[in-house]
C-alpha cells in the first residue's frame, strides 16, 4: 500500500522482503536444531552420567615391575553372573617368559574365558592369579595392563594416520612403527602409499583416505600390539582374515613376533600350534591336555588328535 502510494521505495520493498525471508530461514534453522536437541538429550543424558562418574580403583597399590618372570593360575575356576554353570573350571597352569603357548579347543570350551581372565577382564570366582608371585588383585588393574598386548578379533581401527594408528597415538616413532609393521607383513603395502605413515585410513574425514581389506586390518592391528612391546602378547585369531599366504608369512615371522616374551595364542587352526612351545587343550570348561603337538598327536584317545584328525581330513587325499 505504502508502494502504490508512494511513500515507500521499490529499494525499501526489496530490502524488507529479504529480510523477512532471512528472518523466518533463521526461525526454521532455530526450530529445527531445538527438536535434535530435545530428541538428543536422552542421550546426553546417559553421557553426563557417565562423565559424573568416579574414578574406581581397581586393585591394590602395587606397582609392577617390566619384567615378568611368571604368571600362574591356581585352582582358578570362573561362572557368568546369573549362570549355574562353570564357563571355566579348576586351572591349574604357570606360564613363563620366552615361551609360546597354544590355546585350542572347541566353541564353548573356555578359552576365551582363560584369555580375560589372564587379562585382567575378569576376576576368578574360585582361585587365584599370580603374578611374580604375587596375587595380581594387590596390583593397580592400569599397572597391569601396561603388561600385556592383546589383538582381540574385534579390534578397532581409527580414522586416522597409519602411523596414529600403530602407536595408538598422534605422536609416534616413525622408525618404530615401520619396523613393527614389517614384522606384522604390512611394510610392502605402507611403501605403495603416497603418504606412508601419514598416509589416512578410512574416509571418515578425508576423500583421500585409504580403505584398507580385512586381512590388512589385522596386520596393522598386529603391529599395535608389537609397537606397544609389553612382556606379555595375546593374540586372538591373529589370520583369521589372512589369505593363505599372508597367514604362511606370519608363521614364519612367529618366532621373531613373540621373542623374549609370554605369548598366549588362540587358534582354531591347529597347524599353527606346530610354532608353539606349549598346546593347552580345553574342553567343556576344562583343561584336558597340555603338551608339544608331537606329544598330543601320538594320544589317539586325546581330545587334541580328535581337533586335528577333524582338520586334517580335508587336506589329506
Known amino acids: 500500500m505504502k508502494v502504490m502510494a508512494g511513500s515507500l521505495g521499490i529499494g525499501a520493498l526489496v530490502r524488507y522482503s529479504g529480510l523477512a525471508i532471512q528472518f523466518i530461514s533463521a526461525v526454521s534453522v532455530m526450530s529445527a536444531e531445538g527438536i535434535k536437541c530435545w530428541r538428543n538429550n536422552d542421550y546426553l543424558e546417559d553421557v553426563f552420567t557417565y562423565l559424573d562418574l568416579r574414578k574406581k580403583k581397581s586393585g591394590g597399590n602395587r606397582r609392577t615391575e617390566h619384567e615378568v ?79 600385556i598386548s592383546v589383538v582381540f578379533q574385534d579390534f578397532n581401527l581409527f580414522s586416522f594416520s597409519l602411523g596414529a594408528n600403530v602407536a595408538a597415538s598422534p605422536g609416534y616413532d616413525a622408525k618404530k612403527v615401520a619396523d613393527c609393521l614389517d614384522k606384522a607383513g604390512f611394510s610392502h603395502l605402507e611403501k605403495k602409499m603416497t603418504g606412508g605413515l601419514e ?4 574416509r571418515d574425514f578425508t576423500s583421500g583416505g585409504v580403505e584398507v581389506s580385512g586381512g590388512e586390518a589385522q596386520k596393522i592391528a598386529m603391529a599395535r600390539a608389537l609397537y606397544k612391546n609389553a612382556p606379555i602378547m595375546i593374540l586372538d585369531e ?14 614364519e615371522r612367529f618366532a621373531e613376533i613373540v621373542r623374549g616374551k609370554m605369548a598366549v595364542y588362540i587358534s582354531h587352526r591347529l597347524s599353527s600350534c606346530k610354532f608353539c612351545d606349549h598346546i593347552l587343550v580345553f574342553h567343556e570348561g576344562r583343561m584336558v591336555q597340555r603338551g608339544t603337538h608331537e606329544e598330543l598327536v601320538r594320544n589317539r584317545d586325546g581330545q587334541y588328535f580328535k581337533l586335528w584328525n577333524a582338520q586334517a581330513q580335508y587336506y589329506v587325499r
Open 238 to 251: 591373529p589370520t583369521a582374515a589372512l589369505d593363505p599366504v599372508s597367514e604362511a608369512e606370519i608363521y
Open 199 to 202: 598416509t589416512m585410513l578410512y
Open 69 to 147: 618372570k611368571s604368571v600362574e593360575f591356581r585352582n582358578v575356576s570362573f561362572c557368568y553372573p546369573g549362570s549355574g554353570k562353570y564357563a571355566l573350571q579348576n586351572i591349574s597352569i604357570c606360564l613363563k617368559p620366552a615361551s609360546s603357548y597354544a590355546v585350542v579347543g572347541m566353541n564353548g570350551s573356555g578359552k576365551s574365558t582363560f584369555i580375560k581372565l589372564l587379562c585382567r577382564l575378569y576376576e576368578p570366582t574360585e582361585g587365584e592369579i599370580f603374578l611374580n608371585g604375587k596375587n595380581i588383585r594387590e596390583y593397580e588393574q592400569g599397572e597391569y595392563f601396561r603388561l
